[in-house]
């Protein structure tokens, strides 16, 4: 038998007094919270939203269009059952208030994406939630390692072949995320390039997880250092070199800036 429903329900949403607004989440398992311990704690965005759970919304309404295994140029560039897949998904979140983009590591480490395809795939995706009158806000991409202690040391964990992508795309959003007017992703440093927050630009923020969670290989919270912050003990930030797990992700939340939306 087949039911009809509605595949979306619109409306304002109000809870208790700090205003009327929400957010949508779009990306990965990371941002969807999947994969790491702790029910997954929800992701760090969702932490970072005020949630302590994956289902709690505790502080702002959530529409979360993450999906575990997908990439930016998979939302971007569907055709046939995929585009109608991200079709539904872009309805969904495309307008909502604040949208927070989270995708890259799938596409960098994966897909082996360019770092130059990976912008210009989030570049277009921002454009169409920002057209929409979404303010987005965009993040680093956090490490991805092997262990050979199951991630209880920094000292022994190595970085993949495609680790200086992710660093370069980390490096072009932390300067803003530069483009030129067309719209293009530029190097950091060109004169004249439109950065993150001006008119004309997609992106209305970028914030950097990686700050929180990011360590070199003697465990000292380092820019680029490559590595997951661990404690000595097994498993405790990651079980898979991917995805954070519940601490981590909590750490990471401290990036989302929730007194500025709320």
Known sequence: ??????????????????????????????????????????????????????FNYTTMPVTHIGVKGTTATYFANSTGNLYTNSLRRRRQAFGAPYFFLNYGTNDLFGSLRTVAQLQSDNLSIASGAARKGSKVIISTLVPRTTSTDAWAT???????????????????????APIDGSGNAVAVGTVGAILAGQAGHPFWKTIDPCQYVEVNASTVLTQDGGRWLCNGTANW???????????????????VPLASLV
């Open 237 to 255: 930030p990651t079980t898979d070199g991917i995805h954070p797990n519940a601490p981590l992700c909590a750490l990471a939340a401290q990036a």
């Open 154 to 176: 920094a000292g022994n964990q190595a970085v993949l072949a495609q680790e200086s992508s992710r660093l370069a795309y980390n490096a072009w959003l932390r300067a803003g």
């Open 1 to 54: 038998a087949y039911v009809y429903g509605p595949p979306l329900v619109l409306g304002k949403p109000v809870y208790g007094a700090t205003g009327t607004t929400f957010a949508a989440i779009c990306g990965d398992s990371i941002s969807a919270g999947s994969g790491g311990t702790g029910n997954g704690s929800g992701g760090w965005i969702l932490r970072g939203l005020g949630s302590t759970g994956q």
